[in-house]
């Protein structure tokens, strides 16, 4: 059997969408979409923020008077419901920096009490909305929908377009046209104020948007230097580890008259370093996940800054290297970590590709030295002599990031930043085991 065709909407439900409509148009009116803040309160400049405030004022001050004078002169209301009709109309427009929909409320009241006051004055005026009360009316509609969510204003828009025909219906021959004009003129202020308001958010979310972008990016920099330092380091300890193996394996040739005992742990030892290479290379390639091989090469020392700050000379910067004797003995002795040893050529070579890429042609001095058990790494260029781009000064830049990660992974410290001329430095601090004391000699045997 096919299934009964669909047929219309039972009435009860159109009833309870029209009832939910009427509640969410009523709590659009009763409650305001925005906390009691000026427009323009998160601005920086004091100008700005004071704006809201002086424009209200001086509306109030021209529509105050002007209301009198039109409500005296052209519909011959008497002084004192005047001064107090334009009091209820225009003094409100005081809250329409921080509470637009407050106003309005008092606003549009006082505009029907008005319309009925003047009802019977003179003919041939316009009516319900004296031409003053319509353009303060405007301007209260503005503030709305600067502010205001959409069903806020169109609850708005609706009871202003009801008003006007009860108020005809109230006596028929006032209608002359003037509610259906501040009917219409209501809805084109309204969508005016909603679309700047809308925009504005839009180029807010936007903003917003850019700086999670910012910061996204910015983290995901950070980890790719990261896990390119930890691709380098892999090899400074396999390095070690593979030294530890050799050793313990041939512990028992080199050194004879060992025991069971020693034999075996010896033994034990070379099996641990044997998986924790084995355990390295797996998290090597879990480093790796883009699939590709590292460097078969040896990892670059202070021993090849030389030929570092050479093949920048044959580029076109103008280098010089400053490498001080104690330490080129220092590498040369072991006294400088292989960590450290790679950190500082890493730092050195990172420097100069900044001022390759953002001060072309500027003179740059190196300089290497071992003061106080530290390796100090000082690169300095002078102002550019080409344009190029600015300096990085903000540290997002990649080179600045690698340099920071490495300084931090060796317990150093790293001071980057321009100088007054025009130039910049950079200058890492990295520390150094102390020094051994030299093996004792073993005393003479005696005869």
Request: proline share 9%; charged share 20%; aromatic share 4%.
């Amino acid at each position: 059997m096919p299934p009964p065709s669909a047929g219309p909407p039972p009435a009860d439900g159109l009833l309870s969408a029209a009832r939910r409509t009427l509640r969410e148009l009523a709590h659009g009116l009763s409650h305001a979409s925005h906390p009691p803040t000026p427009l323009f309160a998160d601005s920086p400049r004091r100008w700005l923020r004071l704006l809201p405030y002086a424009v209200v004022v001086a509306l109030v001050a021209v529509f105050v008077p002007v209301t009198i004078q039109v409500l005296t002169n052209d519909y011959g209301v008497s002084g004192g419901v005047a001064g107090a009709l334009a009091v209820g109309q225009a003094a409100p427009l005081l809250m329409l920096a921080h509470r637009p929909l407050q106003a309005w409320w008092i606003v549009f009241a006082a505009d029907v009490v008005g319309a009925l006051l003047i009802q019977t004055e003179r003919q041939g005026t316009i009516w319900p909305w004296t031409p003053p009360a319509i353009i303060g009316y405007l301007f209260v509609l503005l503030a709305l929908g600067l502010r205001e969510s959409r069903r806020t204003l169109v609850g708005v828009w609706l009871v202003t377009g009801a008003a006007g025909p009860l108020l005809h219906l109230l006596v028929p021959s006032r209608s002359d046209g003037g509610a259906l004009l501040l009917f219409v003129l209501g809805a084109v202020v309204l969508v005016i104020g909603a679309a700047v308001r809308e925009r504005s958010e839009a180029q807010r979310l936007l903003v917003e948007q850019e700086t999670i972008s910012e910061a996204e990016r910015a983290q995901r920099t950070l980890l790719e230097e990261r896990t390119r330092i930890a691709r380098e380091l892999h090899d400074v300890v396999a390095h070690h580890m593979s030294v530890i193996t050799v050793q313990a394996d041939s512990a028992p040739y080199r050194i004879s008259g060992l025991s069971d005992e020693a034999r075996a742990e010896f033994t034990s030892i070379a099996a641990g370093a044997r998986e924790s290479l084995t355990e390295m290379r797996r998290l090597l390639s879990v480093l790796r996940s883009d699939g590709t091989r590292g460097e078969l090469a040896p990892q670059p020392g202070l021993d090849r800054v030389q030929q570092l700050v050479e093949a920048t000379v044959r580029a076109g910067l103008p280098a010089e290297l400053t490498l001080a004797a104690d330490v080129v003995e220092a590498v040369k002795g072991g006294g400088v970590p292989q960590a450290v040893d790679l950190s500082a050529y890493r730092i050195v070579q990172e420097a100069l590709a900044n001022v390759i890429r953002h001060a072309p042609g500027a003179r740059t001095r190196v300089s290497v030295t071992v003061p106080d058990g530290h390796l100090t790494v000082l690169v300095v260029n002078d102002s550019p002599q080409e344009p190029g781009s600015p300096l990085e000064t903000s540290g997002t830049g990649h080179g600045l990031v690698g340099m920071r990660e490495r300084v931090r992974l060796t317990g150093g410290t790293l001071d980057t930043g321009p100088l007054p001329d025009g130039g910049f430095r950079v200058a890492a601090r990295l520390p150094l085991p102390p020094p051994q004391p030299p093996p004792a000699s073993a005393p003479p045997e005696e005869s």
